[in-house]
């Protein structure tokens, strides 16, 4: 049996990475805190569950772009295979492939099952001054919707408006 | 080349205080179920199933033969509500065969269209849709505006959006007395959850 994930803290620092989102753009995470990001780990391209929590992300998506936030997907996959998937279930946001050293930044942020060589349902919100205000790591078979993600980029906006 | 258009933009430095959200392994349905739902069955039933679903979705279909004998089989202890979960992205015929329903209701045939979507979910384009409208004898030239009325158009908006705040995340998802069904939705496990409610509704 798996020990249980545990998410990195609220008000941790968010741990960089750079990953290729397409066969010749990587994309850093650092080059993108002007804006509040949103992590989205998840086991695998072309599994049904993933394929609706994705669908499902890539729905609300004008929700996102409300609040200014980028939505990264994030596997283990190959950017081959993030291609075909993207084309397939006709997505609308960048995949990034943690496939070299694999799963190298779903272990920095603690949603990386070894015993299974994926990444967990992980999803994690990051403000624009690169502190995690948000993490939540589904157990196994659970897909976790969309609710949680979206009350704290509205907190976070309010945050803002506050101290603005 | 660039795929995806990544744009950050300079929003200067922001003081922030955190805090820490509580988390819910179990969704609740968040959104209560009103006179605007589409209802079967009675208030007073023991036990209300609610559905958020797709007529284009596969497994809802699926699920439509199954709630049906269901509802057959428990009778008045159940009460069932169907909202829309239109994934239009993936079903590119989802939210017109959503808003064809709802075009239904205004003539009080929801549940009418709701039973022909199901049953003919490889033929949801909007002639079809029409066609439908003809066969249950609804005003045609009313039906087709009303799918492009703002009212329609909102309903279904609305129902997709309560289901993301009750941590809807796919098709079908279920809700058993205001709590989600986390299990799987065959004949035997759908009416198993549902008696263990209805049992829990008789002693209390």
């Known amino acids: 049996m798996t020990a249980r994930l545990t998410h990195l803290r609220e008000g941790s620092r968010a741990p960089n990475f750079t990953l290729k989102a397409t066969p010749d753009q990587e994309v850093s995470l650092d080059d993108l805190l002007d804006n509040p990001v949103v992590l989205m780990f998840y086991p695998a391209d072309f599994s049904p569950v993933c394929a609706s929590e994705l669908a499902l992300y890539n729905e609300i998506l004008p929700e996102f772009q409300k609040h200014s936030a980028q939505l990264l997907g994030i596997s283990v996959d190959n950017v081959w295979s993030h291609l075909a998937f993207t084309k397939d279930i006709n997505l609308h946001f960048p995949l990034l492939s943690d496939f070299n050293p694999k799963g190298d930044a779903a272990r920095r942020y603690h949603a990386y099952i070894e015993d299974e060589g994926e990444a967990a349902r992980a999803l994690y919100v990051i403000d624009q001054g690169g502190m995690i205000v948000w993490g939540y790591i589904a157990p196994t078979g659970i897909n976790p919707g969309a609710d949680g993600v979206l009350e704290a980029l509205e907190s976070l906006h309010k945050e803002n408006l506050l101290a603005a | ?204």
């Open chain 2, 1 to 204: 080349m660039c795929r995806y258009k990544i744009l950050p933009h300079f929003l200067g430095p922001i003081c922030i205080t955190y805090r820490v959200w509580e988390v819910h392994l179990v969704s609740q349905l968040t959104i209560p179920i009103t006179k605007q739902d589409h209802i079967e069955g009675v208030a007073s039933a023991l036990v209300t199933l609610v559905e958020y679903g797709d007529y284009e979705c596969p497994y809802c279909g699926e699920a439509y033969h199954i709630i049906k004998r269901v509802q057959q089989d428990i009778g008045d202890d159940l009460r069932f509500v169907f909202r829309n979960f239109p994934l239009g992205q993936i079903h590119p015929h989802a939210v017109w065969a959503a808003r064809g329903a709802e075009a239904a209701t205004v003539q009080n045939k929801f549940w009418e269209m709701h039973d022909v979507l199901f049953e003919n979910q490889d033929a949801l384009a909007e002639e079809d849709l029409v066609s439908y409208a003809y066969l249950l004898k609804l005003d045609v030239s009313k039906f087709v505006s009303d799918m492009r009325a703002e009212k329609v158009w909102q309903k279904v908006d609305d129902d997709f959006w309560s289901g993301v705040r009750s941590g809807v995340n796919g098709t079908p998802t279920f809700f058993i007395n205001g709590r989600r069904h986390e299990g799987l939705y065959s004949y035997y496990e759908l009416r198993t959850a549902i008696e263990r409610v209805a049992r829990k509704g008789r002693v209390a």
